[in-house]
């Protein structure tokens, strides 16, 4: 198996200790703060647009109420994703997924797209974001690194798109890693920052998979996972974690 080389440090919805999550701000700061890559979330508007955004529900990071896969992309985007994190972000908007891989080209970002399906939407979801990257996806740029909690949408954005790999993310490590990697194909286990232990993250390895950890802030913990052999840390804060690297 071929496991892409990603930068050991990721920005995580951008740079989220910078920025609103998931915008295009957040995504710009990450590059500032010196990240080669970042992690940002994807899911469907109600008429099937892919848009940047982590919640089933718009409350917490926008002004707006309501569910995502009820509103259509003219609704969701004239809400004001910034404003909750602070006035200087105020009107900043929720990014298509066109709208972020044109500024991941812009800056030479590499992207790891997790897909991010509301309740439902699992294998639609894996497909749409699985094509629109086969189709889309800036050619100056590492192909991207598609991941999620969802089998159903790996496996659906396996089927549509094959050559773009994958990663299972977790929030416990489970048992059946190994056969669960196999059957999904992916090529990396993207796992709860806390429920990684040094015997875990050498199995994954000496298996020939590559193990990243989310979210890691703290640069003495990255430290100790980096000494652990993962393959990288998805981060609010990437310059605390590339002294660690660099
Ligand atoms: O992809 C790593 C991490 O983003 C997964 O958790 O909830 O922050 O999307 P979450
Ligand atoms: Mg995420």
């Not at 294998?123 to 991941?147: C, F, H, M, Q, Y």
Request: glycine share 8%; with cysteine; proline share 7%.
């Amino acid at each position: 198996m071929t496991v892409d080389p990603l930068p050991p440090v990721i920005g995580h919805r951008g740079a989220c200790g910078h920025a609103p999550e998931n915008t295009i701000a957040s995504i710009r700061k990450a590059a500032e703060f010196g990240a080669r890559w970042v992690e940002f979330d994807t899911k469907l508007s109600r008429d099937g647009h892919i848009i940047v955004f982590h919640d089933d529900r718009v409350e917490r990071t926008t002004d707006g109420t309501g569910r995502v896969a009820d509103m259509d992309l003219s609704a969701l985007k004239v809400l004001d994703a910034g404003g909750w994190y602070s006035k200087g972000f105020r009107g900043e908007p929720i990014p298509t997924l066109a709208e972020a891989m044109a500024v991941l080209a812009e800056l030479g970002l590499g992207g790891n797209v997790e897909i991010k399906p509301s309740p439902g939407r699992e294998a639609e979801t894996g497909r749409a974001v699985a094509l629109a990257l086969a189709r889309d996806w800036p050619k100056n740029l590492p192909r991207p690194l598609i991941s999620s909690f969802s089998p159903e949408s790996l496996a659906a954005a396996a089927e549509a798109a094959p050559g773009i790999p994958r990663a299972l993310l977790v929030l416990k490590f489970p048992k059946d890693w190994r056969r669960r990697l196999r059957e999904l194909d992916c090529q990396a286990l993207h796992c709860l920052n806390r429920r990684l232990t040094p015997l875990r993250a050498r199995a994954l390895n000496e298996a020939g998979y590559a193990i990243r950890v989310f979210t890691v802030n703290n640069r003495r913990r990255g430290a100790r996972l980096f000494g652990w052999g993962v393959q990288g840390v998805i981060t609010n804060y990437p310059e605390r974690m590339l002294s660690l690297v660099e």
